[in-house]
Structures are given as C-alpha cells and as structure tokens.
C-alpha cells in the first residue's frame, strides 16, 4: 500500500527501547550512512515539493504538473528501494517495506508513467501532494532522530500528520486506478493472452482490480498500527501487540 506510514525502512532510531528491551545500537558507519541517506531524501522530496507549487503557482493548473516533476520523483521514489537492504541494519520487517516501497514504484512506474492518459486526474496530483509530505516529513524525522536531536514538532506531525494524509493518499492512489481501468482495457497493455509459447495468461485489467481490492484488508491493519504507534510515542501507552 503506497501511502503507508509504516515505520521501518527510512530507519529511523539510533537506539530505542522495544517491549522493555533495548536495540542494539548502530555502528558508526551505519549511523553515517543513514544519516547521509535520509538527508538526501528529505532534500529530494523537499525540491519535488518546491517545484510542484512553483510550477502551480507559474500555470494556474495542475494540467502537465507531473510531467513537469516526473524525474525527480522516478529518482527519489526508485532510490527508496535501498530501504529494503536497510532491514538487515535496522531490524526492522523486510516484507512490510519491501511491500510499501515496491507498491510506490509500481504507482510511479506501472501506472501514472506507463498510462499518459492519466496523469492530468486530481487523484494523480493528490497522491504526489500527500507522498510528498508525508516523506518530507518522515524522513526528516528520520534524520533528526539518528543526530538525537528531535524536535517536538517534527514527531509531533510524524505522528499526527498520517490521519489525514493516509487515507487521503489510500484514495489518490485508488481513483487513480480506477482512472486507469478504462485504458488498460483498451488497449491490453502488460497482457498476455492465450495462445502463447508459454502457455501462460495475464490480464493487466483484472491484476489492477485485485490490486484495489487488496486495500481494503490492508489499509485498516496499517493505520490502526499506525495510531497504536502514535498512543506510545506521544502519549507514553504501554502496547501489546497480540500475536496472530
């Protein structure tokens, strides 16, 4: 689900106390690259949100406001796939991120990239508003937690921020979907029918329905995690997680 506000692989404490226990501290040059990573993410995502209300505020429109910031946001959202190889150092879930960062290139790459017809719907510009600050944010919240200087007001939005943000963004990223129905239908793009030499079958249409489909378990199981995270940070709750 693209919109998560999963904690995890942005890679966020140095050291913090976990069901009572402490996490290892990180090693220097894990620390240092970290730090460097996040800054560099912060920095991007703070360029593609300079330029998307620059370029709003020069047009008057959103009409060709994607295309104006597609590289940065191919590059930056691309690069995230170095969260993934993140876990090994942090210790947090590989699946879960790889899961948040593969469903966020498929966004960019499979669908508002590959399907032009699309990239002039609000929904389009809604997602990229919501991603972007949702990422300045965490990332920066990353940052300043690896420097142990974190201000309240960076974990203050960090954990107020996604109850608007995450479900908005869950909505951008299904209208636009939806949007893309019509298209992919057309034109069978990403299909392969029957007969072929591999005798194999697939319709990109139906594969984009399962996707949006796939939200409805998946969206209320990461934002109540997300708001059972927000009690602990913010409020001090003591949770238990109860095993499946």
Same mark, same amino acid.
């Given at each position: 689900?693209?919109?998560?506000?999963?904690?995890?692989?942005?890679n966020?404490?140095v050291?913090?106390?976990?069901?009572?226990?402490?996490?290892?501290?990180?090693?220097?040059?894990?620390?240092?690259?970290? !730090?460097?990573?996040? *800054?560099?993410?912060?920095?991007?995502?703070?360029?593609?949100?300079?330029?998307?209300?620059?370029?709003?505020?020069?047009?008057?429109?959103?009409?060709?406001?994607?295309?104006?910031?597609?590289?940065?946001?191919?590059?930056?959202q691309?690069?995230?796939?170095?969260?993934?190889?993140?876990?090994?150092?942090?210790?947090?879930?590989?699946?879960?991120?790889? *899961?948040?960062?593969?469903?966020?290139?498929?966004?960019?790459?499979? !669908?508002?990239?590959?399907?032009?017809?699309?990239?002039?719907e609000?929904?389009?510009?809604?997602?990229?508003? *919501?991603?972007?600050?949702?990422?300045?944010?965490?990332?920066?919240?990353?940052?300043?937690?690896?420097?142990?200087?974190?201000?309240?007001?960076?974990k203050?939005?960090?954990?107020?921020?996604?109850?608007?943000?995450?479900?908005?963004?869950?909505?951008?990223?299904?209208?636009?979907?939806?949007a893309?129905?019509?298209? *992919?239908?057309?034109?069978?793009?990403?299909?392969?029918?029957?007969?072929?030499?591999?005798?194999?079958?697939?319709?990109?249409?139906?594969?984009?329905?399962?996707?949006?489909?796939?939200?409805?378990?998946?969206?209320p199981?990461?934002?109540?995690?997300?708001?059972?995270?927000?009690?602990r940070?913010?409020?001090?709750?003591? !949770?238990?997680?109860?095993?499946?």
């Open positions: 689900m693209a919109s998560s506000e999963e904690d995890g692989g942005g966020g404490a050291e913090e106390k976990e069901n009572g226990k402490k996490k290892k501290k990180l090693g220097a040059l894990a620390t240092t690259w970290l !730090i460097f990573y996040n *800054v560099a993410m912060t920095a991007g995502w703070l360029v593609l949100g300079i330029a998307m209300v620059r370029f709003y505020i020069q047009k008057g429109t959103h009409r060709g406001l994607f295309r104006s910031v597609q590289k940065t946001l191919k590059f930056f691309t690069f995230a796939l170095l969260e993934v190889i993140h876990c090994a150092v942090v210790r947090t879930s590989v699946l879960v991120t790889g *899961v948040q960062v593969s469903s966020r290139i498929f966004m960019v790459w499979f !669908i508002a990239h590959s399907i032009k017809q699309i990239q002039n609000e929904s389009v510009i809604l997602f990229l508003v *919501v991603w972007t600050v949702t990422e300045i944010t965490r990332y920066s919240f990353y940052t300043f937690n690896l420097l142990n200087h974190l201000p309240y007001f960076i203050w939005a960090r954990y107020n921020f996604f109850i608007v943000l995450y479900p908005a963004g869950v909505a951008g990223e299904l209208l636009t979907i939806y893309a129905l019509p298209y *992919v239908k057309k034109t069978g793009m990403f299909s392969l029918r029957l007969p072929n030499k591999y005798n194999v079958s697939f319709d990109y249409y139906y594969f984009l329905i399962i996707v949006m489909f796939s939200y409805v378990p998946l969206f199981q990461l934002y109540f995690h997300m708001l059972r995270q927000r009690r940070v913010l409020h001090g709750e003591v !949770i238990v997680e109860k095993d499946d």
